[in-house]
């Protein structure tokens, strides 16, 4: 069985400020790892994913996290947020060697940008 | 690529009626989910589809919950006697053919039961 833990449920920050979304992850096999984004009353966007290869993935909007085989977390930064940033986030694990490829998701973390 | 479709957006009921989804998933994706979220946690899975075939359900898929993928294209999941405790996000998701592919979502359908 596999499961996520986000540390924080919110994280309230100053635009322009860095911030880390923290997510710990158990498994005993391989695995993939995501973050995903929900703005209110929507469905979740895919942010960012590692599957193999460098331990550093980014996004298209400024959005890094580095997987940490040995401390299992897979942590979401950015340097500088912005407004628009406020929204929900979801960390999510799945099993690199199944065939079903199905997502058990932590329950997410509220980030709100303030001005 | 139109992206995940789910109908309706939003439902409202009264405790034990039946209400049915549908999901319309990306045209050329063969797998197909579904998810329940509820308020302040993440979704949670309960069925995929391959196709046609329904390989895995969840414990949490009790038998009021009936999923179909009839011809390996849109999906339905039906809900007999709603209870309140349903009210909640169905999500619904796809996924292409490739390993590397991610699931894309759908903006979900809300469920109230009064």
């Known amino acids: 069985a596999q499961s996520v833990t986000q540390l924080d449920s919110q994280v309230p920050v100053f635009e322009e400020a860095p911030v880390e979304l923290r997510c710990n992850y158990s498994?005993?096999?391989?695995?993939?790892l995501f973050w995903y984004v929900q703005y209110p009353n929507q469905g979740l966007q895919l942010l960012l994913k590692y599957l193999s290869g460098s331990t550093l993935v980014e996004s298209i909007n400024g959005f890094e996290a580095e997987f940490n085989k040995s401390q299992t977390s897979f942590h979401l930064r950015k340097p500088s947020v912005h407004i628009s940033d406020t929204a929900e986030y979801f960390c999510a694990v799945s099993s690199s060697g199944g065939s079903n490829y199905k997502l058990t998701f932590g329950k997410g973390t509220l980030l709100t940008v303030n001005p | 690529d139109t992206g995940v479709s789910q109908d309706p957006r939003h439902k409202i009921t009264k405790r034990g009626q039946n209400v049915t989804f549908r999901c319309d998933p990306i045209s050329e994706h063969n797998r197909l989910y579904w998810y329940r979220q509820t308020l302040g946690q993440g979704p949670e899975f309960l069925t995929y589809f391959q196709n046609e075939a329904q390989l895995e359900k969840s414990r949490l898929l009790s038998d009021r919950f009936s999923a179909e993928r009839p011809k390996g294209s849109f999906s339905t999941l039906e809900i007999q006697r709603t209870e309140q405790g349903d009210s909640a996000m169905y999500l619904c998701a796809s996924k292409g053919r490739w390993d590397n592919s991610p699931l894309h979502f759908g903006n979900g359908t809300r469920l109230t039961v009064t």
């Open positions: 498994s005993s096999v391989s695995v993939y």
